[in-house]
């Protein structure tokens, strides 16, 4: 067998281990399905996920989820910020954070029909208009909610669940009040190094918050560490996530913090 011969058997055997490399070293697409972030990414989209990036505030992660699957959501707080959402709103360190394409619920007042076609017909389907009445609800980017509050005849103002609603379900390391995915906080994402003096309630919120991201080891550590003090040291980083499309709650409202080590990638590209 000649070299010519050897060469174009072998090559395109090196070509497809190469092109195996980067997909599971370097990068990988990612089939994007559902709601959860309009309008940023749509239901059906593609995403090229690179695994090298350092994940930080504001970027659009792929991770292993809590409920054996993969999710994509939007990195809001790093290890160590304070979170708090206040009427819907989103404060990071004290600083109100909007993003462009983030979709809030909104109660619209119409007390003119035409213009309340003109509403219905910009920012509804063909499906969706069949009712007359003039005060409905409809989700909507901060650009879009300013270009309807300019309207005459019409009032606008952000749909938030009442503070006095409390979903248990929301888990927490410290006592916080009116706990709902409109009102949350303020809460410390947990950091590498972080040390907690931990009560009973302490004790119950995190053991609950490990046991949701299934970070098994560190469950075993903070299990074993409390046998001989009430302190414990977090062993690893973790962030806060939330959906662009905020209607939709199934994210760290929810769910609690991500740990570090189940971020597979940041989205760098859709198509």
Not at 130 to 137: E, V
Not at 156 to 184: A, T
Request: charged share 25%; with cysteine; proline share 3%.
């Amino acid at each position: 067998m000649n070299l010519k011969k050897i060469v174009s058997l072998v090559f395109p055997v090196v070509i497809v281990i190469i092109i195996i490399s980067i997909y599971f070293f370097l990068f990988r697409i990612y089939h994007f399905k559902g709601e959860t972030m309009e309008n940023t990414i749509s239901d059906g989209q593609y995403l090229v996920i690179n695994k090298i990036l350092t994940p930080q505030q504001d970027d659009i992660i792929l991770y292993f989820g809590n409920d054996f699957k993969n999710q994509v959501k939007r990195i809001v707080a790093e290890p160590g910020d304070t979170i708090f959402i206040k009427n819907g709103d989103l404060y990071v360190n004290s600083k109100k954070i909007i993003y462009r394409n983030q979709i809030n619920k909104y109660r619209i007042n119409s007390y003119n029909d035409s213009v309340t076609k003109v509403i219905l017909k910009e920012f509804l389907s063909k499906e969706q208009r069949n009712f007359n009445q003039n005060n409905f609800l409809l989700l909507l980017t901060p650009i879009q909610s300013k270009k309807i509050s300019k309207y005459k005849d019409v009032t606008l103002n952000k749909f938030v669940i009442d503070s006095s609603f409390i979903d248990d379900k929301i888990i927490c390391l410290e006592e916080i009040s009116g706990r709902n995915s409109d009102f949350f906080g303020p809460i410390i994402v947990p950091s590498k190094g972080m040390k907690i003096n931990l009560n009973l309630k302490k004790y119950i919120n995190f053991e609950k918050f490990l046991l949701l991201t299934e970070n098994k080891k560190e469950l075993v550590q903070f299990k074993n560490s409390l046998k001989n003090n009430t302190e414990y040291t977090i062993k690893e980083n973790y962030f806060f996530v939330l959906n662009d499309n905020r209607s939709n709650s199934n994210d760290s409202r929810k769910f609690g913090f991500i740990p570090q080590k189940n971020i597979i990638g940041v989205a760098i590209r859709k198509f």
